[in-house]
């Protein structure tokens, strides 16, 4: 489709995350529920930044390791997530992607390690109250971390088991997100509804103030058990953390299913404009509006679409028509925009990536095939890729298949207070030249034929390696950073040697493969958004997706859904806003009994 900028949209989506992609594709190919409604075609995607993806962003360190990706933001994804799972089957099905792979959490070898307070513990460990150095009281002697969390769910669910028998038939235990969702609503703890309390102060009345750090530190979140609200805190630990999902990976990289929908937008005629940040919004007197964009003409539209999390929408400037003070929709009281905007916390997240020549956390004494291990450290969770399936021997020949490389760790996946502790470490120079010529360098050396020739694949590596000089927050680790990591890598694994990471083939020598991406900068403001406590969050999310009545805005991605902190969240708020006021059908490829939160 070639539309000038002048030319009157049917729907303007800002944001080219997941969210956005995923909504203007379903807006182009979708059916609508009824035929009168009028079609959409002209959809355009605006995307500030010189990539799609958003927080879906992969790093590809190795010219001569394709799958071996150093997934900076969203990572896995599991069944019951059946939007997301759907739509990857959908594509699986079409030869467009290939089948996903485990992601590993547990060691095959259970070889996974927790260092806390000094102490190096195997998973077993974590239950044995000799080798724990925390003080825990008698009722959380004998369980790890997980254990712990999921007893206080059990206690305040156990309180609540008439009301929750009456919802849900005589099942005194939500174990759905569905079923979650019904009797939220009407928890309660004490005197007050659970909804209101933040996870810390419910966690620190029927936890001991160790029993809360133990639980805290061996999770490898701080914010998980941060004063979010306690109902839908409860539900996810409940959910996405306790229950052991079989989480699986994209061979392709998490950032290809963005980087997929975009071409399947621009294949049903819509157009996705990189580097076209929106401004501000208004209304005009025909009902339509206007969306100015930085450094080139606005752009007018029957619909639109926001397709971002808190931080971005506060970054917005305001207008007659977006004002914080203006009267929204949903809320019994006379609600505000900001307190809308509010009702979600972002948190800070980061994470640092080192490359090996060799995987040396194969070798005796750490000899641990996958997964992860947590600290109390500042790097918190630490991965190893690629990982070996199944378990394996102690290798004592250090000739084996085994210790071939090159090997990836994600050295840190830390959040909240632990990021300040690697922002200090940032070089304080502009790096960003340098990098661009080493990434260039890269896409060279991985795609040496004509960019003509590459395949779509290929074509999205090479323009998400491009992206990568210019994207905020991203930069190789300096030396020092690298030093820090280093040792707390070694304090984790029985304080042993380790090789130094590999040298970056493009860099300068001493140069190391190192990179580190953090999500605290704008325009993210954060890695995921969490409910705060108090928020009605049923009212607020049904409402934020259509903020002013009768205006055709609409709010949809991670942040103000039902399940924040993944793609799943981003999808379904999509999907609602889709179907409740666009009008599409579900589409075939989705199960009939998917579920879309509140
Ligand atoms: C460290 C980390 C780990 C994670 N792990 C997982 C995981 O394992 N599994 C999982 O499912 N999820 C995970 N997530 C969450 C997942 O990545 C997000 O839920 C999802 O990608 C959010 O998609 P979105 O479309 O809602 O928003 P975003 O991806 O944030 O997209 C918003 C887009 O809007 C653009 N934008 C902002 N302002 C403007 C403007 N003014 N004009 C134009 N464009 C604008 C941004 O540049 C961005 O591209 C993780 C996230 C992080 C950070």
Redesign the pocket.
């Known amino acids: 489709m070639d539309v000038n900028s002048n030319s009157l949209r049917d729907v303007v989506i800002?944001?080219?995350?997941?969210?956005?992609l995923y909504t203007a594709w379903r807006l182009l190919t979708g059916k609508a529920q009824t035929d009168n409604s009028g079609p959409i075609t002209k959809v355009t995607v605006?995307?500030?930044?010189k990539r799609?993806?958003?927080?879906?962003l992969t790093w590809r360190p190795f010219t001569n390791n394709s799958s071996l990706h150093a997934?900076?933001?969203?990572?896995?994804?599991f069944e019951q997530?059946e939007l997301?799972w759907s739509l990857i089957q959908y594509f699986v099905g079409r030869n467009q992607l290939q089948p996903p792979i485990k992601f590993f959490v547990g060691d095959p070898n259970h070889n996974n390690l927790t260092y806390l307070r000094q102490r190096i513990l195997k998973s077993a460990d974590l239950s044995n109250p000799e080798k724990v150095p925390y003080l825990l009281d008698a009722s959380s002697r004998y369980a790890g971390p997980g254990d712990i969390a999921a007893g206080i769910i059990q206690t305040v669910l156990i309180v609540n088991r008439a009301t929750i028998a009456k919802i849900l038939g005589g099942k005194t235990q939500p174990t759905t997100w569905k079923e979650w969702d019904e009797v939220k609503p009407h928890l309660e703890y004490g005197s007050r509804k659970l909804w209101d309390i933040g996870f810390w102060n419910l966690l620190s009345d029927l936890l001991s103030p160790e029993g809360y750090d133990f639980v805290t530190d061996g999770f490898g979140y701080y914010s998980l058990t941060n004063n979010w609200n306690a109902a839908e805190a409860m539900q996810s630990v409940y959910l996405d953390f306790t229950q052991s999902p079989d989480y699986q990976t994209l061979v392709e990289g998490?950032d290809y299913l963005p980087g997929l929908l975009k071409q399947e937008v621009q294949k049903a005629g819509g157009e996705v404009r990189l580097e076209?940040?929106?401004?501000k919004i208004d209304r005009e007197s025909d009902g339509t509006y206007t969306l100015q964009i930085r450094n080139t003409e606005p752009m007018r539209s029957k619909s639109v679409v926001l397709?971002?999390?808190r931080r971005?929408l506060e970054?917005?400037d305001e207008t007659p028509f977006w004002n914080w003070e203006k009267a929204v929709s949903g809320t019994a009281a006379p609600g505000r925009l900001v307190d809308y905007l509010q009702s979600v916390i972002p948190y800070p997240?980061f994470?640092l990536f080192l490359a090996y020549d060799v995987p040396w956390w194969r070798k005796p004494p750490v000899s641990i095939a996958a997964g992860r291990s947590v600290s109390d450290l500042p790097i918190r969770q630490t991965y190893y890729f690629p990982p070996v399936k199944d378990s394996f021997p102690p290798i004592e020949d250090l000739a084996s298949p085994l210790l071939k490389g090159p090997g990836l760790v994600m050295a840190s996946?830390d959040d909240l207070g632990a990021v300040s502790f690697w922002k200090s470490l940032e070089d304080p120079r502009d790096l960003r030249p340098q990098i661009r010529s080493r990434l260039e360098l890269a896409v060279k050396a991985l795609y040496p034929e004509a960019e003509t020739r590459l395949d779509p694949y290929q074509h999205h590596v090479m323009e998400m390696s491009r992206a990568l000089a210019d994207e905020p927050g991203f930069l190789p680790a300096p030396a020092e950073m690298v030093r820090h990591a280093q040792q707390q890598l070694r304090y984790l694994h029985f304080n042993q040697p380790l090789p130094d990471p590999m040298q970056n083939p493009h860099g300068q020598p001493g140069e190391f493969l190192a990179a580190y991406k953090d999500?605290s900068h704008d325009?993210?403001g954060g890695?995921?958004n969490f409910w705060a406590p108090g928020v009605n969050v049923q009212k607020v999310m049904q409402g934020i997706r259509r903020p002013f009545p009768q205006e055709n805005l609409f709010i949809?991605?991670?942040?103000y859904s039902g399940s924040q902190?993944?793609?799943?969240?981003?999808l379904t708020t999509a999907e609602h806003v889709l179907r409740d006021y666009f009008h599409l059908q579900p589409e075939p490829w989705q199960p009939p009994s998917a579920y879309l939160g509140y």
């Open positions: 800002v944001g080219g995350g997941v969210s956005g605006l995307e500030l930044s799609t993806g958003g927080r879906l997934e900076l933001g969203g990572m896995r994804f997530q997301v998490y076209h940040a929106v401004m397709a971002m999390p971005s970054l917005l997240a994470k996946y999500w325009p993210y890695g995921w949809v991605g991670e942040a902190g993944w793609v799943e969240g981003a």
